[in-house]
């Protein structure tokens, strides 16, 4: 029998609305400190019931890949950091669902200040007990699109004590651009935490945080999380979009090569990234979702 497996299909068709695409409406302190600092909170994002509906299909998904991992012990430092399942939406309708919302799409344009976002990628970042620590690095690098209008949106699916840690931030980092091309490891570890005392940027990092709540974060912002020290699973899932409008950078090469092939179905350099596995997810071609209630 020929065991190939058989290549996803690709339906980035937007699904049905639901409760999900509620948008929510940011004050302007919030967009302002996003500006000054490249990244953010927003708490209760997400409600606790929209978690329950969404988390048992990612952990499935996640659970699923992590039997593929070695041991933490026989690791480099990048994989024990977490179980890392990438583009989930395209394995699973309900988690599609989740990372098509018209909620969390419309956060990250209005944070940026552009007028649209399409979809990069989204990707389960499971960091077990145990697990290591996540190295300084700039997402940038990994990412061949010719803007610095990037976000990741980072969103806990269990409630996150502060003894495991949430995401640190360099803040004001993504202004300098692009700091080193480093992939995560134990080099981007020590060549950008040098960076971080040189250029003496204020680390952050928002503490605890409740299922639902998120951050969101440049491209271009460096920063890092604490390992895993609990006997706690962190469970977290990303959103990654670029704005509307963007091309495909000349630079595909090293780093970005992977990015290119599995995240913009290697659209040729200086064309538009607005290939099949990039669906515009702001705005919505109908506008007709209410406004509920305020973001933060
Ligand atoms: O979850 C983590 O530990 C790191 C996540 C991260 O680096 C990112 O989402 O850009």
Known sequence: MNAAKTPLSIDARLPRRSVIDRTVDLDVGTVDAFHRDGHVVVRNLASRSEIARYRPAIEAAVQRL???????????TYGKAFIQAL????????????????RFARVAADLMGVPGVRLYHDQALFKEPDGG????????????????????????????????G??????????????GRFIIGDESHERFGEVVERLGFEEHTFGAMKAGD????RGLT????????TSIMRGVMTIIWFADGTRVSADIGGARFNDHKFWLAEIPPGELAAGPL?????????RRVRSTRPGC
């Open 214 to 217: 998120a951050t969101f974060h």
């Open 278 to 286: 990039n669906p515009l997810l702001w705005p919505r071609p109908e």
């Open 66 to 76: 992590a039997l593929r991992y070695p041991p933490i012990a026989e690791r480099d």
């Open 166 to 179: 949430t995401m640190t931030f360099a803040s004001g980092s993504h202004s300098k651009g692009e700091l």
């Open 133 to 164: 620590h996540t190295p300084w690095h700039q997402d940038q690098a990994y990412w061949p699109l010719d803007t610095e209008d990037t976000i990741t949106m980072w969103m806990p699916l269990v409630d996150i004590p502060a003894e495991i």
């Open 222 to 229: 460096l920063h890092r999380a604490a390992a895993n020290l």
């Open 87 to 102: 583009n989930l939406w395209r394995r699973d309708a309900r988690i599609k669902r989740f990372v098509f919302s018209a």
